[in-house]
T-cell receptor, first 112, second 115 residues
Framework: GDSVTQMEGPVTLSEEAFLTINCTYT??????LFWYVQYPGEGLQLLLK?????DKGSNKGFEATYRKETTSFHLEKGSVQVSDSAVYFC???????????FGQGTRLTINP | DTGVSQDPRHKITKRGQNVTFRCDPI?????LYWYRQTLGQGPEFLTY????????KSRLLSDRFSAERPKGSFSTLEIQRTEQGDSAMYLC?????????????FGPGTRLTVL
């Protein structure tokens, strides 16, 4: 079945550091790919998405590119802020049911 | 747009009791999803509705679990004879239902603790 594997956390960085959170997936066909974020005490929010190979999703300075050849959707940000501290989830969905299959999440802490 | 709401936010119950959770989706959304999230894990799909029809159920949804969406608006998730293993965060999400890239909007969740 479909699955998503994320880089294990927790990840701790200093403010203004470069961030990469790795995400790879196993799926049949051509899923859509998502990054969701969960800030402390809040619900899951969509951060960005990409629907086909080579698409780049971007939002709030975060980017991720849909790489079909490596089945990856790594999340990057050039300069992180303390306010980026949260848990990040990579996910995929298929046409039809569109249920989301999530990775296990990566907890990110940014120190000032 | 008030977002997806869930009630209650927290529920503590004793093993063997029945519990019911409610989800109110965003008003124009046709699809409604239930997920379960345990500590340190990503959410896992339980079931989803297209309007009032329940179209898919996960194998995670044992016979003790039942979900309804009687008028295609709010939904309820009932767990009968709760077990300690049912302790988790139960998340509801809704979407317009327009394709694989359709965005699901999540509620704040109901945290269930079974003693």
């Amino acid at each position: 079945g479909d699955s998503v594997t994320q880089m294990e956390g927790p990840v701790t960085l200093s403010e203004e550091a470069f961030l990469t959170i790795n995400c790879t997936y196993t799926a049949t066909g051509y899923p859509s790919l998502f990054w969701y974020v969960q800030y402390p005490g809040e619900g899951l929010q969509l951060l960005l998405k990409a629907t086909k190979a080579d698409d780049k999703g971007s939002n709030k300075g975060f980017e991720a590119t849909y790489r079909k050849e490596t089945t990856s959707f790594h999340l990057e940000k050039g300069s992180v802020q303390v306010s980026d501290s949260a848990v990040y989830f990579c996910a995929l969905s298929h046409q039809g049911a569109q249920k989301l299959v999530f990775g296990q999440g990566t907890r990110l802490t940014i120190n000032p | 747009d008030t977002g997806v709401s869930q009630d209650p936010r927290h529920k503590i119950t004793k093993r063997g009791q029945n519990v019911t959770f409610r989800c109110d989706p965003i008003s124009e959304h046709n699809r409604l999803y239930w997920y379960r999230q345990t500590l340190g894990q990503g959410p896992e799909f339980l079931t989803y509705f297209q309007n009032e029809a329940q179209l898919e159920k996960s194998r995670l949804l044992s016979d003790r679990f039942s979900a309804e969406r009687p008028k295609g608006s709010f939904s309820t998730l009932e767990i009968q004879r709760t077990e300690q293993g049912d302790s988790a965060m139960y998340l509801c999400a809704s979407s317009l239902g327009g394709g694989a890239s359709d965005t699901q909007y999540f509620g704040p969740g109901t945290r269930l603790t079974v003693l």
